[in-house]
């Protein structure tokens, strides 16, 4: 047989290049859901502090609730993300893409309600309102550009802008032009705030 040239970065859901961790915190998409939503966040546990495993340990319900003060705000939280993005760039999945992953809460967005139904949510290493790094930015956008290979992706928002007031995540510090210049000219509208400016 020839040698067989693969190149689609996916296997089903799940990306080759991510480092997979399945969460039990999933479940099944409604029928037919459009999955044309990818949702930025940010998040760091202990808050701020970067690189310690713990948000991988948020995911898959094995975080030590009593090792730090802050985790009895979120004791017991069951919560997941298609994807995290660590301050070094490297990217974990959690949960298929093909799957409902819980990280939008209570939300609204192009008209629609319950974000989780559809849209990918990917998690960025970081504290709102402070910056990220290049390597995220990086792995960021060849994410978003494999997933809209992948699925009908039309609009990238933060969780900010799906629950307005509730959420400020991923934070005044997040570079929404970047993602606006890299998707410009693709018909994938990038977060409400800077859509007059494009
Ligand atoms: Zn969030």
Redesign the pocket.
């Given at each position: 047989m020839p040698p067989r040239h693969d190149v689609s970065p996916w296997r089903g859901g799940w990306l080759r290049w991510a480092r997979h961790c399945p969460s039990p915190n999933c479940n099944t998409r409604p029928a037919h859901a459009c999955v044309d939503l990818i949702v930025v966040?940010s998040?760091s546990l202990p808050p701020g502090e970067y690189g310690g495993g713990a948000v991988q340990d948020l995911f898959l319900n094995r975080l030590g609730w009593d090792a730090h003060p802050y985790y009895q705000q979120i004791r017991g939280l069951q919560v997941s993300s298609h994807f995290f993005i660590e301050r070094s760039g490297r990217a974990w999945q959690f949960v298929s893409v093909h799957e409902r992953a819980w990280?939008a809460g209570v939300s609204h967005y192009r008209g629609r309600d319950g974000c989780n139904d559809d849209s990918v949510g990917i998690e960025l290493e970081g504290l709102e309102d402070d910056h990220f790094e290049a390597a995220q930015y990086a792995t960021l956008l060849r994410l978003c550009d494999a997933l809209a290979r992948r699925l009908p992706i039309r609009h990238i928002a933060g969780?900010e802008h799906i629950a307005p007031h509730r959420?400020h995540?991923p934070g005044s510090a997040f570079d929404w032009h970047r993602l606006a210049r890299h998707f410009a000219g693709t018909g994938i509208m990038i977060a409400p705030t800077i859509q007059h400016h494009t």
């Open positions: 966040h998040i990280h969780h959420k995540d």
